[in-house]
């Protein structure tokens, strides 16, 4: 027996606020930027440098800065400050189990093909 599709008013109410869904929009639009995911690929592995990053990514310190200065103002990474330096790191398990979903399911998406 199939279940009946669920009404629109039950829709609609499933769909996140406005507010929700503007935010939702702009990580997912910073995650958008191969930089970026590159920096976050090397936090997967754990609290690093901007210097560190920089090399592991090939990318210039200014660059590594500019990324973690946004990624920072909406929570994706955290920075521990050591004296003069910061060691970054992903801002919690919920950021970490999405870069790692995304990867999964890229290698599924590959695997298949």
Known sequence: MHKPPPSVEHLHDSIPDDHTVLHMADIFSLLGDPGRIRILAALLNGSLR??????????????????????????????????????YELADQHVRELLELALAHIAHEDHDH
């Open 50 to 87: 901007v210097r560190d990053l920089a090399a592991a990514t090939h990318q210039s310190q200014s660059s590594v800065s500019h990324s973690l200065r946004l990624l920072r103002a909406h929570h994706v990474v955290t920075a521990q400050r050591n004296g003069r330096e910061a060691h």
